[in-house]
Every structure is written in structure tokens, then in C-alpha cells.
């Protein structure tokens, strides 16, 4: 600007010599004047940057403690950067406000205030934030809500500040225009060059204060977007709580150190407290199943703080939240369900007792009226009593499928896992709906079967089950005359049986849910078939217990074939004795080669014929076939031991009464173990084989023969059951009735029986507990569980057979107690060739 003036001093002393008093002053007036200005400008500029730096003082300030918020809501650690950029942006902001005012000690006192109350503001952001990492959000909000007021007072401040700062400028501007019109009217006429400089530094002025102006608008329209954007944050918080809230089911926040960070107020409810109060308890002290940070599913047990339980169904995820693991967990109490299962199996338990028990008498005295057990019957009275047998049936087979498929549901439904021959399954079904197909007037045949047998694993009577199933629904829906196609075949390792009707087809529109329960293909089956539409769900449940896989396909020709498969097992070397051999034959269960030849050489020598199992499972297979006189058994075997061999045996209707000779470097201690188990084992002989004591043993258990008729205990509480069991079995066999367990105890001390018969449902308790005195009879008399319940698993082993009442037929039943009665009078007295 000097050189500028001294300039035009030196043009003016060139061009007007006549002038040089009047530019001299002129140049000395525009030297103070732009001296003058120099310094209002300065001031002005001053003021202006002292008001910008508030304006960005305020925003930084305004946007950290927005951020912060936003951080407590979101969790967001971007939120909490932006909070902390922007508070060490509003305290330099405030410090360059101090020292740029230093020169007036009352805008140094307010800038003092102001600042005071921003730190504490600051502060309070940085607690919040610290609260926030640490998962403390109740601690967080708690620390929003009391910095509250901290906003307001600096606002105020801060705003005094600039309303004296705005004075200032006001007034400093009022200068610069008052010298500016001074000047003009001094050196109006002087020159235009000063006009126009003016006109230049009045036109620099007015558009810095316009962009003042326009900055000033920019950051209230950003600070009214921030005070918008914290209130829907704060909505959003707000409804996020509620929806937690509103939930039925107890929902927690774990952190990844194990500790509850947010419970609903469900979960208040569920533990008994305030849910405020489990924020920031160990979850495993609620859910031990969530120790150590395992993700558990289904059910677990949940503790009060009280000390009690209840169970729960639980739902767990995972998500991340400022770089560490956080984990949902959902709860569902179960008390209910639980109670209403329990409910629902009394129910069930009362209903098998209840129905099972008359239909038993039912359907027992009608088949043996109908076979003749009360004369002949006139030829009206005959047709009337067929129809009632009839129906009994189907009341009988509607009980048992609707009691089926509560077990299936419930997965109380237990299978056996014995060897079978799936081509003799088949046979052995078709033979035992042959009279079924009669009635229909339909043939069943077996058109396919292999030459080798399919050794599969299973249930027979419940792969019988979905056999009679097939066949009755083939012999319903096939018309007279015609014949219903069974086959037996390989397919790959899968033993596949199908069975084909003839009749009209399944409606496309009913293939996709013939298996479901209750399924029709037409309400009009239900009146002109009959059945209630469970048999195939219940059939499809079965076969995939196997591990097979149950369908239907149409039939080339019409009709349908419904079909199953099950998995094939290896195949195991039999021996088969020689037609016309009619020696008798021993089973040796011994792994040791030189021993096993051993024993047969003496055996053989007294006339045997000698069969060899190396092991356990082996020998079960071999004696299942019923062509045995007698076994021996080494307790010391591979895989399943000796003892457990033979309580399998016991356990199974078909080798319970097979002699046992034990032979074993152990024999001692396994009769110790089996103690009062050990039924029929003739002796016990340990190594080195004394060859004469085999002989003996041998020989006692060659000896057969039967004399006299059997007595049964029948331990029963219906009057009308026992009536009928005793005219299936009367050719044969006295019956002597118990009707309660006090009465069967005081029964079996007077004397004992060939046979006892039980019904587990008595009057004073079950009739299980029975076993304990029969097993501790020497010999044990064979046991016949004759219930309305199911048979189970966990007593199988104790007895001989298991019937259920409903689901047996009087043949059946009489086939059953022969066999145990003729079992154990021939091992009382010698030992029968068993299972023929």
C-alpha cells in the first residue's frame, strides 16, 4: 500500500506542480485515512474470526455431544470417533477464543465460563463413551440424562460472548463508514483513483460480511439437522426398549466376558427380580448351560436367584459390537409343556389300561364262542356274533393305531434290534392275514423271493405291523377274485418288499399326503373300507426307525405298489444240520481254536453232533434257530462276554429254555455274578475240561420227557380275562387266579408253577414287582407279561415273552403259553430240544 501511495505522490508532484499543497494534504489525509482503515479493518476482521470461531466452537461442540448420544443408542464406534474429534475440535476452538480476546477481560470471563462448562460437558462425553465400551448402558443413559442441563448454560454463554462480539463489529463497521464518508467528502474532487478504491475496499467489505452472513445461516441449518437427528435417535431407542419389552419370552445380552449387559422386562418376570437388577450377573449363575461361553440348544435348566428352577427351551445368536462378541439369548419357559405332557401320558396310560383290558375280554370270549367253546350256536345268533367279533377287531385296531401314534410322536416307541430274515418275515405275514384275505376274497402270493435269506435288523412284530398294514389295505382295495402280488428282492445293500394291489389307483390329488395321519383318499373309504387312516403314517414311522424308506409307484397294468426297503446286514455262515442226522446237536461258544476242537472231539465222542461259534454274536444267531439240544458257553469271549450271552438267551422267548453247560477258566466267579439268573445251566465247569463231569452235564441235559397237565399262576385283577385265558388254555393247563400283587406273593410262597402269568396294571401296584420274588426262586419259573400296556425295554430281560392284550389273539396267546409250559416241565425234567 506505501509503494502504492508513493506512487501516485510522485505522479501527482509531476503532473500538478501547482497542486503540491493540496496533494500533500490529500496524500497525507489518504495516508491516515487508509492507516485509519487499516486498523478498523483489522478490528473488523478480528471481530469476525472471534464470531466464526464461536460458530465453530458451538457446532463442535453440539456435534460431539450428539454423537455421543447416538454412540449410547447405536453403538456405533464411528458415532464415538465423531464424538471425540469433535470435542478436541470445540476445546481448541475455545482456547483460540481466549487468546484472541485476551486484550478485553470481560469477553475473557465469559470465554472462562463457557469454556469451564465445555469441559464438564467433555468430561461427561468421555464417562458416557467409557460407559458405553464397558457395556454399561444403563450407566450411559443414566449419565445423558444428568449432563442434560450442561447444554443450555453453555449455549448461554457462549451466546453472550457472541452477542457482545456482534456489537463490536456493529460498531466497528459504523467507524469504517464514518471515516470512509469523511475521506469522500475531503478527497471527493481529488481524484477518481480514491473514489475508486473506495468504492473497491466498500464492495471487499460488504461481501465478506455477506459470507459471514451465509456461514452463520449454514451452521444454524446444521445445528437444527444435528437437534433433529438426536431426537430420532432417541425415538429409535425408545421403541427398540419397548419392543423388548412387549416380548413374552425372556430375552438377555451377554457379553463376551459372560455378563448379563440387557434383560427385557420378561426376564424380571421369569427370575423374580427387577430386570434391571441381572445387568451385570454372571449367565452362567442364571443359565449353567451357557458356561464357558457354549452355545447350548433345545433344553436347558434355568436358575432363580432364589435357588429354584424351571426348565426352558433356549435360542442363542452371535453378533459383533466394537470389535468383541456379543450373544442373544432367548428363553422359553417349559413348565407348562412339561405339566401338560405329563397329563397327556396319564392319560394315555389310563385309556391303554382301561380300553385294552375289556376289549381283551371282549374279543376273547367272542372268538371262542364263535370256535365253539359254548356249543353250537344257532345259524342268526351265529351271523350276529360274527358281526360283533368283527367289529371288536376294528374297536381293537383303532385303539392300538391311535395309541401308536402317540408313542411315535412322543419317541416312547421302542423297537427290538434282533436278525431277521426279511423272505421269512414276509411269509410269516402272509400266512397270518391269509384269513383276512379270505373275508375279501382275494389271493396273496408271493411272486418274487430270493434263494439266499436277507439278513436285515429289526422288530419283527413291528415290521409284521407294517406288513399287515400293506396287505389288509391291498386286500380292501382290490377287487374279488383277484390277487394281491408280494416281493422279496435285492436292490443294491437294501432288502426291498413291495406289495401290489388291483385296484383303481391312488387320486393324484391325495398322493402327497397318503402318509399323513388320518389321511382318506375319500371320506366314503372311511364307511365302505373302513379304517381310520393311520395305519400308513403309522407304517412310515416304523420302517425309517429301521432306517429304511417307505413309497408307492402305479402299477404297470393298474393298481398300486407300496413299497419299503431296509438296510441288509453282512452275511453270516450258517451251519445246517443234514436231513436225516437224527442225532442230538450242541452249540460250542468257544474262541479259542484248540479248545473249541477240543470239546468237540469229547462231545462227539458220546454221540453229538458239534457246532462252533467264535463269539457271542455268532452263537446268538446259531441258537435263535432252535435245531440245538443243548450249548456250552465261555464267559471269556471276544466283544459281548459269556455272562451277558446268557442273559440274552434268557431274554428271548426262543432260547430261554436251551441247556447250558458253562465251560470256562472263570465258570466260578460268572455263577457268583449271575447268581440267582443262572435258569437252566446244568453246570458249571471250569478248565482244564474234566471230560467225565462234561459227559454227566451232557447227558442231564440230553434227558427229555413230559408227564401230567401244567399249573398256571395267573396274577390278574379282571375277572373276565382270567375266565377267558382259562378256556384257551384248558386241555392243558390248570389256572390259578391271584387278583392282586399281595395275593400272586402269597401264591408263589405256597407252592410252585410251570407258568406265571402277569398283568402289570393291579389294584395295589404293578405287577412287575413280582419279578423280584420269581427270580429269586431256584429254578425261575417262566414269566408271561399279559398287560394292556406295551411291552418296554427295561423288564424284557426279566421275563420269558411280553403280549399286549389288545394285540394278541386267542391263538396267539395259546401258542405263547404252550410253548413256556412245555419249555419249563421238559427242563424240569431232562431238557427238551428247544424251539422245536
Not at 335 to 343: F, I, S, V
Not at 434 to 439: G, M, P, R, T
Not at 534 to 547: D, N, P
Not at 722 to 749: C, F, T, Y
Request: glycine content about 8%; charged content about 25%; aromatic content about 4%.
Amino acid at each position: 500500500m506505501e509503494r502504492f501511495l508513493g506512487s501516485v505522490r510522485s505522479i501527482v508532484l509531476l503532473a500538478i506542480l501547482g497542486f503540491l499543497l493540496f496533494f500533500g494534504t490529500a496524500g497525507w489525509l489518504g495516508k491516515q485515512f487508509l492507516a485509519d482503515n487499516a486498523r478498523t479493518q483489522a478490528l473488523v476482521d478480528h471481530t469476525n474470526l472471534v464470531i466464526n470461531t464461536i460458530y465453530e466452537a458451538r457446532l463442535n461442540l453440539s456435534r460431539s455431544q450428539s454423537s455421543t448420544r447416538g454412540f449410547v443408542i447405536t453403538g456405533n464406534p464411528r458415532d464415538a470417533a465423531l464424538a471425540e474429534d469433535s470435542a478436541r475440535l470445540a476445546t481448541d476452538g475455545l482456547l483460540d477464543l481466549r487468546w484472541l480476546v485476551s486484550d478485553n477481560l470481560t469477553q475473557v470471563r465469559r470465554f472462562d465460563d463457557a469454556t469451564a462448562i465445555s469441559e464438564e460437558i467433555l468430561v461427561a462425553n468421555d464417562r458416557i463413551i467409557a460407559a458405553v465400551r464397558r457395556g454399561d448402558l444403563d450407566g450411559a443413559r443414566a449419565l445423558v440424562r444428568e449432563t442434560a442441563d450442561q447444554g443450555p448454560a453453555f449455549r448461554a454463554k457462549i451466546e453472550e460472548a457472541e452477542a457482545a462480539e456482534e456489537a463490536l463489529l456493529a460498531q466497528r463497521q459504523e467507524a469504517t463508514e464514518a471515516t470512509l464518508r469523511r475521506i469522500i467528502w475531503l478527497l471527493g474532487g481529488v481524484a477518481a483513483l480514491a473514489a475508486l478504491c473506495g468504492l473497491l475496499a466498500a464492495w471487499a467489505m460488504s461481501r465478506q460480511v455477506r459470507t459471514d452472513q451465509q456461514r452463520y445461516r449454514e451452521l444454524e441449518r446444521a445445528k437444527l439437522e444435528s437437534d433433529a437427528a438426536t431426537r430420532a435417535l432417541a425415538e429409535s431407542q425408545a421403541q427398540l426398549q419397548a419392543v423388548l419389552d412387549s416380548a413374552r419370552d425372556p430375552i438377555l445380552v451377554v457379553g463376551q466376558d459372560g455378563v448379563v449387559e440387557l434383560a427385557n422386562r420378561a426376564c424380571g418376570e421369569a427370575f423374580g427380580v427387577v430386570a434391571g437388577e441381572l445387568v451385570g450377573t454372571d449367565i452362567s449363575a442364571l443359565v449353567p448351560a451357557l458356561a464357558g461361553g457354549a452355545q447350548p440348544a433345545g433344553e436347558v435348566t434355568v436358575t432363580r436367584r432364589d435357588g429354584s428352577f424351571f426348565p426352558a427351551e433356549i435360542s442363542t445368536g452371535v453378533f459383533e459390537r466394537d470389535g468383541r462378541t456379543v450373544s442373544v439369548c432367548i428363553l422359553r419357559d417349559m413348565t407348562e409343556r412339561h405339566r401338560l405332557d405329563q397329563l397327556k401320558n396319564e392319560f394315555v396310560s389310563t385309556v391303554s389300561h382301561e380300553l385294552r383290558t375289556p376289549l381283551t375280554s371282549i374279543r376273547g370270549s367272542l372268538g371262542l364262542i364263535a370256535a365253539g367253546a359254548a356249543g353250537a350256536l344257532p345259524d342268526k345268533a351265529k351271523s350276529l356274533l360274527e358281526i360283533a367279533h368283527k367289529n371288536s377287531e376294528r374297536l381293537v385296531g383303532l385303539v392300538n393305531d391311535i395309541l401308536d401314534i402317540e408313542k411315535i410322536e412322543s419317541g416312547r416307541m421302542e423297537f427290538r434290534h434282533d436278525r431277521l430274515d426279511a423272505a421269512a418275515l414276509v411269509e410269516q405275514a402272509v400266512e397270518a392275514n391269509q384269513a383276512y384275505a379270505v373275508q375279501h376274497e382275494v389271493e396273496y402270493r408271493i411272486t418274487t423271493r430270493p434263494d439266499l435269506p436277507l439278513p436285515v435288523q429289526g422288530d419283527a412284530d413291528r415290521m409284521i405291523q407294517v406288513l399287515t398294514n400293506l396287505l389288509s389295505n391291498a386286500a380292501k382295495f382290490s377287487p374279488a377274485g383277484s390277487m394281491v402280488e408280494v416281493a422279496v428282492e435285492t436292490v443294491g445293500r437294501q432288502a426291498r418288499i413291495s406289495v401290489r394291489d388291483r385296484g383303481a389307483g391312488i387320486p393324484e390329488e391325495f398322493r402327497s399326503r397318503i402318509f399323513q395321519r388320518f389321511a382318506q383318499a375319500d371320506a366314503s373309504d372311511v364307511r365302505r373300507k373302513g379304517g381310520t387312516g393311520l395305519g400308513l403314517s403309522i407304517a412310515k414311522a416304523i420302517v425309517e426307525r429301521h432306517g429304511g424308506r417307505i413309497g408307492f409307484e402305479p402299477a404297470e397294468g393298474g393298481g398300486t405298489r407300496f413299497w419299503f426297503t431296509l438296510p441288509l446286514l453282512a452275511e453270516t455262515a450258517e451251519t445246517v444240520a443234514m436231513p436225516g442226522d437224527a442225532r442230538r446237536q450242541v452249540l460250542i461258544c468257544e474262541d479259542d481254536p484248540d479248545v473249541a476242537t477240543l470239546l468237540g472231539l469229547m462231545i462227539e465222542q458220546d454221540g453229538w453232533r458239534v457246532d462252533i461259534a467264535r463269539d457271542a454274536e455268532t452263537a446268538l444267531e446259531k441258537a435263535r434257530t432252535g435245531q440245538y439240544d443243548a450249548m456250552t458257553v465261555d464267559l471269556l469271549l471276544p466283544g459281548m462276554d459269556g455272562i451277558t450271552l446268557i442273559r440274552q438267551l434268557r431274554a428271548d422267548p426262543a432260547t430261554a429254555a436251551l441247556p447250558i453247560v458253562v465251560v470256562s477258566a472263570t465258570a466260578q466267579d460268572g455263577k457268583r455274578e449271575l447268581n440267582g439268573d443262572a435258569v437252566n445251566i446244568v453246570d458249571w465247569l471250569d478248565k482244564p475240561i474234566e471230560q467225565l463231569r462234561l459227559r454227566a452235564a451232557l447227558r442231564q441235559a440230553g434227558l427229555r420227557s413230559r408227564n401230567g397237565r401244567a399249573c398256571i399262576l395267573h396274577v390278574e385283577d379282571d375277572d373276565d380275562v382270567i375266565e377267558v385265558v382259562g378256556a384257551i388254555v384248558r386241555d392243558e393247563a390248570d389256572i390259578v387266579p391271584a387278583r392282586s400283587l399281595q395275593e400272586g406273593r402269597e401264591k408263589l410262597a405256597q407252592r410252585r408253577f410251570d407258568l406265571v402269568i402277569i398283568d402289570v396294571g393291579l389294584p395295589d401296584g404293578s405287577g412287575l414287582d413280582l419279578l423280584e420274588t420269581i427270580n429269586a426262586r431256584t429254578p425261575r419259573e417262566p414269566v408271561l407279561i399279559f398287560s394292556a400296556q406295551d411291552s418296554s425295554a427295561s423288564y424284557a430281560s426279566a421275563v420269558s415273552a411280553s403280549l399286549v392284550k389288545s394285540r394278541t389273539d386267542n391263538e396267539q396267546l395259546h401258542q405263547t403259553i404252550s410253548a413256556l409250559i412245555n419249555g419249563l416241565i421238559q427242563n424240569k425234567q431232562g431238557g427238551p430240544r428247544h424251539g422245536r
